[in-house]
């Protein structure tokens, strides 16, 4: 199985996976994790309807926030940009105008410019998504629409329709690339502009 550690490395990561559970799970159970992480968070978090925001957040003019959200401290998000709850955001977190994120978690110092698409997916820290780029999470156009993802040259069952993907730390991802469901990218990879990132087909 993927041992998340070998992706990630932030102290954050532990609270947040529980008992040793897969990426997909984690998502899948995003929103109760993060439920229950809230009851730690100290006075600097406004905590409102399941949304806590550090003082030192910086969020723009029509941005929408929907669900259970954690903005940590030194995030920005940009103009008009949209979070579906569960969303995690750990430290110093960028989100671009016009981006929307969907039921996943961003560790530090990791931007999505402008314009993206983040869907049920889990980056690591120091990643930069360049404009247009994307996390798929869905099979639209397969009959099946089960996930199965590519990892050690064996096949993972995920048994669920919605997973995007799994980024490591420091990694770069190129203006309107897209990552397909299921993807699982190393620590400091680089996926060029236009690129198309499908481990199964």
């Not at 997916?121 to 089960?146: M, P, T, V």
């Not at 990218?185 to 502009?193: A, P």
Request: glycine share 6%; hydrophobic share 40%.
């Amino acid at each position: 199985m993927i041992d998340l550690k070998q992706y990630i490395e932030n102290p954050k990561l532990a609270l947040l996976q529980g008992n040793n559970l897969q990426p997909w799970q984690i998502i899948d159970n995003l929103d109760n994790i993060l439920l229950q992480y809230i009851k730690t968070l100290d006075s600097d978090y406004k905590i409102e309807n399941n949304i806590a925001i550090h003082k030192t957040a910086t969020i723009e003019q029509g941005v929408t926030l929907k669900g259970t959200i954690i903005i940590s401290e030194n995030c920005f998000i940009g103009a008009h940009a949209y979070l579906r709850g569960p969303i995690f955001l750990s430290n110093s977190v960028t989100i671009g105008p016009g981006s929307e994120i969907k039921q996943s978690m961003l560790f530090d110092r990791t931007a999505v410019a402008h314009f993206n698409y983040i869907g049920n997916s889990i980056l690591g820290q120091n990643i930069n998504f360049e404009a247009g780029s994307l996390c798929a999470n869905h099979y639209n156009e397969r009959h099946n629409k089960r996930i199965f993802i590519k990892h050690n040259n064996r096949l993972i069952d995920t048994k669920t329709e919605k997973f995007g993907s799994l980024v490591g730390d420091n990694s770069k991802i190129g203006a309107n690339a897209v990552l397909s469901p299921g993807t699982i990218l190393e620590k400091n990879s680089i996926v060029k502009r236009l690129e198309l990132i499908e481990q199964i087909q």
